[in-house]
């Protein structure tokens, strides 16, 4: 009624009626969902972000009897991008959260201690105004609105649990292929999330893709939820384990039922598409047991809550959406905060996020196994099904390989260090917490700075899981030669070694690194390279592995294209074959064959003097061959 509209003195109410087209997202059946609404919205904005600036919006069912805009409407909350942007953004944003609303759903199914929910957003275009402007759209609630964690890494010191769990149970429960974070709104009724995809593809430009992966772990803790739902660790350097105290559990803390789902068990509660949700519903649906899930979020730039949807399938009366939300509001009184100190578990570094997705067997050095107390087909990490709704993803690749190499290139360019801010200058970086990144300081100070033992950590992780890039970067820092990353890191924690770079350079070739390859070959053939013997035998072996992934892609996807003829090499190997020694048995009829090979790439690459030594050199190398062999080959 209106004695208990918040809006009851504004002006909304007066301001002119309009027709808008609302768009709704289905994100089951991933199809957009289209009616007209009537509205009323100030013409000025009562606040507004960092990029978007929101409105007061009244909105009246249409299945209401009486006309009342002061008793009958219900609050929303319309934003606007304050510069302009493309149409597609409004829906991509949309549809990142009901995309994000779904897998708070698969959450609140594995039964945790508090449900969430992320709130439903359309998008209204005002098609009767020059323009035919567009609004994000949300209901309205009133209430203490957190930021409990980022896009970029940014966890709140004063932590909730529930949070950071929802974040790390997307990334388990998609098979690493996402994670949602940015994680804020009101009590656990959340909006604006962001969604990090592997690929770093779709959900705009807040998707940081790996990186943003990276960021997430490198300032998450596990807590007591998500160890009761099983999700693994994240693998961290014991110098990035932050211990704490194990400060007494008070009564605000968040209880951890007995009941609760591991990520990888079987589920009883019926699937979401069965569950008699529809996010084509007006303003939402209560998908959870319990009745939590019936809740919507809110905060200063504007939010909505979720009802129970009519066996009618009809709009709520505006008394019900009150009712509705004078519950929802009630169920935010409930402890669940965790006052003082965060309450964070030990991180045992001895313990890998996912040690079955390298796939390489003996290659590399195996990783650690997870906690005993949790069994491989216990994490969503190990095995999973695909969420009801969504595209069937699978670990393809090392995924947490790559999330541990960019935390080492993170660590490199001192996006890990955060400095005091007594000295800071102007144009240093600030994050979160008002400390400076390690960006903005001298680079002789920040190398001094950054934690080179924890990077070397994750660059090791990262190549036993099966980066290339990784395996490659580590081979090249203990031989002294140019990387990509890490290249200041000091000797006393590289602790370089020759055996331990060509370890690590032949597990790239083994990985498909056509670089790799090529070095050992060169390195066998010459003898010339620390540590390395000659060994023909060897050369040729890497020599022919060189050859056959000319022109095709490694296990990431890469390949040099400025790497050396295929012509050039073909031709030593049948020199080295026409010469025999150091291993290699003498074989002038495969020289021959290789030599004319090489002649045949050279004529089509334009090369002719170089094909006609090779045709010469292939008549040499048959003269040299047995009559008994040629007989047998006749």
Known sequence: NLKNDVWRDMPVASIPEETAIRHRYNAHKRQWVHDTVRVKIEPTPFNRGAMRECFRLKKLSGFSKFESWHSRACNYVAKKYIETVDPSVYFEDA??????????????????????????????????????PLYHLEHHIEGEYIKHNSNSGFVDENARRTPHALSHFTFERSGHQLIVVDIQGVDDIYTDPQIHTAEGKEYGDGNLGVRGMALFFSSHVCNDICRRLRLSRFDLAPSECVESPSPMQTNNATCVRGDVFAVGSPMSPPSILDSGCSTEDDDGCDSSPGGYGS??????????????????????????????????????????????????????????????????????????????????????????????????????????????????????AGRMVALETDNRDKNDIVDDDDKVIGQGCPPGQLEAMIDWPAALFHERLAAQLGVVEAAVNLARLHLGLPADCLQAAPAAALRPSAA???????????????????????????????????????????????????????????????????????????????????????????????????????????????????????????????????????
């Open 95 to 132: 549809r990142l959260q009901m995309n994000a609303k779904l897998w708070a759903q698969e959450y609140n199914r594995h039964n945790p201690p508090k449900k969430v929910d992320i709130m439903q957003m359309y998008v209204i275009e005002f098609k009767d105004r020059e323009g035919a």
């Open 295 to 412: 809740s919507g979020g809110a905060g200063p730039f504007g939010s909505r809550f979720r009802r129970r949807r009519t066996t009618s399938g009809d709009e709520m009366t505006p008394e019900e959406e009150l009712a509705a939300l004078s519950a929802a509001l009630k169920r935010r009184e409930r402890p669940s905060c965790v006052p003082g100190n965060l309450l964070r578990c030990g991180c045992d570094s001895g313990v890998t996020a996912d040690a079955g997705t390298s796939g390489l067997g003996a290659v590399f050095i195996q990783s650690r196994s997870e906690d005993d107390s949790v069994s491989d087909t216990g994490s969503c990490g190990h095995q999973h099904q695909p969420l009801p709704g969504m595209p069937e993803v699978r670990c393809n690749g090392p995924i947490l390989g790559r999330i541990h190499h960019e935390m080492a290139r993170l660590h490199d």
């Open 500 to 634: 331990e770079g060509h370890r690590w350079m032949e597990a790239a070739a083994k990985l498909g690194d056509r670089s790799a390859m090529l070095y050992l070959a060169r390195a066998h053939d010459t003898g010339d390279t620390e540590g390395l013997v000659r060994d023909w035998d060897r050369a040729t072996h890497y020599y022919q592995r060189a050859l056959a992934s000319s022109g095709q892609t490694d296990r990431e996807g890469g390949y040099d294209s400025l790497d050396t003829p295929a012509y050039l090499l073909r031709a030593r190997l049948a020199e080295l074959y026409l010469r025999g020694g150091y291993g290699l048995d003498t074989d002038p009829a495969s020289s021959s064959e290789i030599y004319g090979e090489a002649a045949e790439e050279a004529m089509a690459e334009g090369n002719g003097k170089l094909a006609a030594k090779y045709y010469a050199l292939a008549e040499e190398a048959a003269a040299l061959v047995p009559d008994d062999e040629e007989a047998v080959e006749e």
